[in-house]
C-alpha cells in the first residue's frame, strides 16, 4: 500500500496520522504545496520547494529541514511508491501543542509528504471546457492572510467551490477585494483577445501559480504576447478564448462564464496549442 513520509519516517496510508492538538488540524495553521510527477521526474520541484518555504516564512513558521534534504525527500518517496505520474502533497504544520493559538506554544512541526494519484476535472472536459461562475466570496484581503501564502487555511476558497458547486459548475471565478478578477478556487485564469493572452497580475491578490508561470513562459516562446493586468469580469465574458492552470488542472479550458459564452463556447485554438505544449513541456518532449 501507498507509503506516507512523515518527518523521516514512512508510514502506510492507514497508519498515517497527526495528533489532534496539531494546529494545522486545530486552526489550519501549516502550509502545503501540490506538484506532479512525469515518468517519475517531479515538474519544477525546486519552484514548489522555494514557494513553500517562502509561504511558511511568511508565517512564521521555520521548517525543520534544509529545502535540497526536503527535494530529496519527496523523490525518495515518489520512488517507494512506484508512482511515475503522481501527485504530491506536501504538508508542514505547526505541530501539535495547547489549545491556545499561541504557535510558541507548539513544538514540532510536522513535515509530511504524500504521493498519491489525482484527478480534478472529468477527462472530457479537457476536450469539451468547463464552465464557470464567479464566487460572492472573495479572494482574501492581502492585508490579511496574503492570498500569495499556499496555506492550509483553503476554507475561503471551499467557500466558494460550494458556490460554484451549487451553481452546477465544478469551478468558481473569485474576485479580489476591488471587485477585480483574481483567479478560481484552485487554479489560475487566463484569457484570449485577438491573438493576445492576458491574466491577472501577481498583485490582483492571487496565489503565484508555478503552472501559471510556465504557460507565460511557454506562450511567450511561441511568440505570442502575454499581459500580465488588472482584469474585470467584462475582459472575460467578451474574451475569444479562456483558461484555467494549476499543478492538479494543469491547462483546461473554459467555454462559459456566468451564463455567457466564451467566444463561440468551444474551446480556443491558442487554448489547445498551449494545453499540447504544456503536455509536452512536462514530459520532456522536445516542443514542436
Ligand atoms: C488558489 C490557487 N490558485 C492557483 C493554483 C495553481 O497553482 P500551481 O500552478 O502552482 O499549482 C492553486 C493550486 N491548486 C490546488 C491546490 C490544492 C488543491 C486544489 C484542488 O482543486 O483540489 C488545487 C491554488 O490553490
Same mark, same amino acid.
Given at each position: ?5 512523515i ?5 502506510d496510508k492507514?497508519?498515517a496520522?497527526?495528533?489532534?492538538y ?9 502550509v502545503f ?9 517531479v515538474f519544477?520541484l525546486e519552484?514548489?520547494?522555494h514557494r513553500?518555504?517562502?509561504s511558511?516564512?511568511s ?5 525543520p529541514?534544509a529545502?535540497?534534504e526536503?527535494g530529496?525527500? /519527496? ?9 511515475a ?6 504538508v508542514v504544520t505547526?505541530?501539535?501543542g495547547?489549545?491556545?493559538?499561541? !504557535?510558541r506554544?507548539t ?9 498519491d494519484?489525482i ?6 472536459l479537457y476536450?469539451?471546457g468547463?464552465k464557470?461562475?464567479t464566487?460572492?466570496?472573495i479572494?482574501?484581503? !492581502?492585508?490579511?492572510l496574503?492570498p500569495r ?9 471551499i ?9 452546477g459548475?465544478l469551478e468558481?471565478?473569485?474576485?479580489n477585494?476591488?471587485?477585480h ?8 485564469i487566463?484569457?484570449?483577445?485577438h491573438g493576445?493572452?492576458?491574466? !491577472?497580475? /501577481?498583485?490582483s ?7 501559471r508561470?510556465? /504557460?507565460?513562459?511557454?506562450a511567450?516562446?511561441t511568440?505570442l504576447t ?7 469580469r467584462h475582459d472575460?465574458?467578451?474574451?475569444d ?6 499543478t492538479?488542472a494543469?491547462?483546461i479550458?473554459?467555454?462559459?462564464c456566468d451564463a455567457?459564452p ?6 480556443g485554438?491558442?487554448t489547445?496549442d ?8 512536462v514530459?520532456?518532449? !522536445?516542443?514542436a
Amino acid at each position: 500500500s501507498l507509503k506516507v513520509w512523515i518527518n523521516g519516517t514512512l508510514f502506510d496510508k492507514a497508519e498515517a496520522r497527526v495528533s489532534v492538538y496539531d494546529h494545522g488540524l486545530l486552526y489550519g495553521d501549516g502550509v502545503f504545496e501540490g506538484l506532479r510527477s512525469y515518468g517519475g521526474k517531479v515538474f519544477r520541484l525546486e519552484d514548489h520547494i522555494h514557494r513553500l518555504y517562502a509561504s511558511a516564512r511568511s508565517i512564521h513558521l521555520e521548517i525543520p529541514m534544509a529545502r535540497d534534504e526536503l527535494g530529496e525527500a /519527496v523523490v525518495s518517496t515518489l520512488k517507494v511508491n512506484n508512482l511515475a505520474d503522481g501527485y504530491i502533497r506536501l504538508v508542514v504544520t505547526r505541530g501539535a501543542g495547547s489549545l491556545g493559538l499561541d !504557535p510558541r506554544k507548539t513544538s514540532d512541526p510536522q513535515v509530511i509528504i504524500i504521493t498519491d494519484s489525482i484527478s480534478l476535472y472529468p477527462a472530457e472536459l479537457y476536450e469539451h471546457g468547463l464552465k464557470i461562475v464567479t464566487a460572492g466570496t472573495i479572494r482574501n484581503h !492581502p492585508a490579511a492572510l496574503n492570498p500569495r501564502v499556499k496555506s492550509l487555511n483553503y476554507l475561503n476558497n471551499i467557500l466558494a467551490k460550494i458556490e460554484g458547486t451549487n451553481a452546477g459548475c465544478l469551478e468558481a471565478l473569485m474576485l479580489n477585494h476591488q471587485g477585480h478578477v483574481a483567479e478560481c478556487t484552485g487554479d489560475n485564469i487566463f484569457v484570449v483577445m485577438h491573438g493576445v493572452v492576458h491574466t !491577472p497580475s /501577481v498583485d490582483s491578490g492571487i496565489l503565484e501559480g508555478i503552472t501559471r508561470q510556465a /504557460v507565460i513562459d511557454l506562450a511567450r516562446d511561441t511568440g505570442l504576447t502575454v499581459v500580465e493586468r488588472t482584469m474585470d469580469r467584462h475582459d472575460v465574458y467578451t474574451a475569444d478564448e479562456c483558461f484555467l492552470t494549476g499543478t492538479a488542472a494543469e491547462v483546461i479550458p473554459v467555454i462559459e462564464c456566468d451564463a455567457r459564452p466564451i467566444g463561440d463556447g468551444r474551446p480556443g485554438p491558442v487554448t489547445k496549442d498551449l494545453h499540447h505544449r504544456f503536455h509536452s513541456l512536462v514530459r520532456g518532449e !522536445p516542443l514542436a
